[in-house]
Every structure is written in structure tokens, then in C-alpha cells.
């Protein structure tokens, strides 16, 4: 049996026969309203309250409390989690170096006991760095750190689509290989596949996983992601 860190994000476990495995590195590409930061959000939240998993939540984005107004409008209350320890929310600059990231993370996990952790987006470590050996040297270094702490990580990239809906070429530019160094890869469309829906989620890798690998249709509703199946 494979253990699994369950995401609660009803449907999501289902196709993939109980959610993430277990202290794995995941990877989350979608483009702008695809729904990336409601998975994460949804993710940490049923983790700390239904599962008794504290996490933590990397934004290296400029407004962390835009993020928990988001998490408000589908009832999270996340400032609550935040004081209580048990979803920390953390800002870091853009700046930061992986090395820096790395040791802070270890202080981090350590501290608040985290099972779940998700870096928002991941693709921005690799903005100050050219080198394209070294960019695959650092986020290796990261994705293993994340295992060696036994949490189970998102991370999320970003990717534009085009008018059909399809994939742009050459969407994943310097962060190509956490395609292959994460242990799933779930792609978020923000216009749908199946034309059923707005919106679809497919699944393009999970090891270790007999997972569903055709689209599936996705809504946001009031009280966050909702696969259609």
C-alpha cells in the first residue's frame, strides 16, 4: 500500500486513487485564473482542519493578505490558522536565493511541525539565474530537501493559453525540468478542454499512481474546487 496525503478537494482524490503520495513534490502549471492558488489554499486548509496537517504557505508574490482574502471568499478563515500556528503564511522576496530558501524552509518545518507546504510560484527562482545547469542543480537541491523533511509539497508554475485553450509552446522556459523532478504534474486550464465547463484540470503525470488521465471538467464553487466527472 502506498500512503497518501489526502487533498480533500472533492474529486481530486478519487482520480488519484487517494490524493498525492505521501511526502511527494507536485507540480501546479496553470495560467492566470486557472485556479492554481484556490488548489493550494484548499490543499492546506483541509490538511490543517481536517487531517490535523499544519502547513505552510511560500508567496513570493508582493500582497500576502490579498491570499487570505482569497482563502475568505470560500470560508477559510486563514488569519485564524495563521495565529493558531497551524497554516503559516510567509512572504519572500523574489530576491531570495535557493540556498536562502532552503535554510529557512529546514528552520520552518521544523518549527511548525508542517506535513504540507506549498511555494507560490516556484517559477520565479529561476528568474535572477541564466545558467540553465545551475537553475536544474538549485530546484533539484529544493524538491530533495522538501522529501528529506517527509512534507508534501506544491509547487506552482505558470503557462499561457491559447484561444482553443491549448498550451503554449514553450511554456515551461527555465523551470522545464520540475516536470521531471516532481513526482506529479496537474495541469489547471482556465478555459476547459471538454467544453462542458470553464475551466478543466488533467493530469499529465502522478508515479506510483494509476491515475485518470483524460480532462476532467472543473468548477470553482462557493466552497472552492469541484471536479466534474
Given at each position: 500500500?502506498?500512503?497518501?496525503?489526502?487533498?480533500?478537494?472533492?474529486?481530486?482524490?478519487?482520480?488519484?486513487?487517494?490524493?498525492?503520495?505521501?511526502?511527494?513534490?507536485?507540480?501546479?502549471?496553470?495560467?492566470?485564473?486557472?485556479?492554481?492558488?484556490?488548489?493550494?489554499?484548499?490543499?492546506?486548509?483541509?490538511?490543517?482542519?481536517?487531517?490535523?496537517?499544519?502547513?505552510?504557505?511560500?508567496?513570493?508574490?508582493?500582497?500576502?493578505?490579498?491570499?487570505?482574502?482569497?482563502?475568505?471568499?470560500?470560508?477559510?478563515?486563514?488569519?485564524?490558522?495563521?495565529?493558531?500556528?497551524?497554516?503559516?503564511?510567509?512572504?519572500?522576496?523574489?530576491?531570495?536565493?535557493?540556498?536562502?530558501?532552503?535554510?529557512?524552509?529546514?528552520?520552518?518545518?521544523?518549527?511548525?511541525?508542517?506535513?504540507?507546504?506549498?511555494?507560490?510560484?516556484?517559477?520565479?527562482?529561476?528568474?535572477?539565474?541564466?545558467?540553465?545547469?545551475?537553475?536544474?542543480?538549485?530546484?533539484?537541491d529544493l524538491v530533495s530537501l522538501m522529501k528529506r523533511l517527509k512534507v508534501t509539497s506544491i509547487l506552482s508554475s505558470e503557462f499561457m493559453e491559447d484561444e482553443e485553450g491549448s498550451?503554449?509552446?514553450?511554456?515551461?522556459?527555465?523551470?522545464?525540468?520540475?516536470?521531471?523532478?516532481?513526482?506529479?504534474?496537474?495541469?489547471?486550464?482556465?478555459?476547459?478542454?471538454?467544453?462542458?465547463?470553464?475551466?478543466?484540470?488533467?493530469?499529465?503525470?502522478?508515479?506510483?499512481?494509476?491515475?485518470?488521465?483524460?480532462?476532467?471538467?472543473?468548477?470553482?464553487?462557493?466552497?472552492?474546487?469541484?471536479?466534474?466527472?
Open positions: 500500500m502506498i500512503e497518501r496525503c489526502t487533498t480533500g478537494i472533492s474529486g481530486f482524490d478519487i482520480i488519484t486513487q487517494g490524493g498525492f503520495v505521501k511526502n511527494s513534490s507536485n507540480l501546479l502549471v496553470g495560467g492566470a485564473g486557472s485556479g492554481k492558488t484556490t488548489f493550494m489554499l484548499q490543499f492546506l486548509w483541509n490538511g490543517a482542519v481536517t487531517f490535523n496537517e499544519p502547513g505552510i504557505y511560500c508567496s513570493f508574490e508582493p500582497d500576502i493578505v490579498e491570499t487570505l482574502y482569497d482563502g475568505m471568499s470560500f470560508g477559510w478563515d486563514f488569519a485564524k490558522l495563521n495565529e493558531q500556528d497551524r497554516v503559516k503564511f510567509l512572504r519572500f522576496s523574489p530576491r531570495t536565493s535557493v540556498n536562502e530558501l532552503k535554510n529557512e524552509l529546514t528552520k520552518l518545518i521544523s518549527k511548525y511541525q508542517a506535513k504540507r507546504i506549498c511555494l507560490d510560484p516556484a517559477s520565479i527562482l529561476a528568474l535572477n539565474e541564466n545558467d540553465v545547469g545551475k537553475i536544474r542543480e538549485n530546484l533539484f498550451v503554449e509552446t514553450g511554456i515551461w522556459s527555465k523551470t522545464d525540468i520540475l516536470k521531471f523532478l516532481c513526482d506529479s504534474v496537474t495541469i489547471l486550464y482556465e478555459r476547459g478542454l471538454n467544453k462542458e465547463s470553464d475551466r478543466a484540470l488533467k493530469i499529465m503525470k502522478m508515479r506510483r499512481t494509476n491515475h485518470v488521465r483524460n480532462p476532467i471538467d472543473m468548477e470553482l464553487t462557493s466552497t472552492g474546487i469541484n471536479l466534474v466527472s
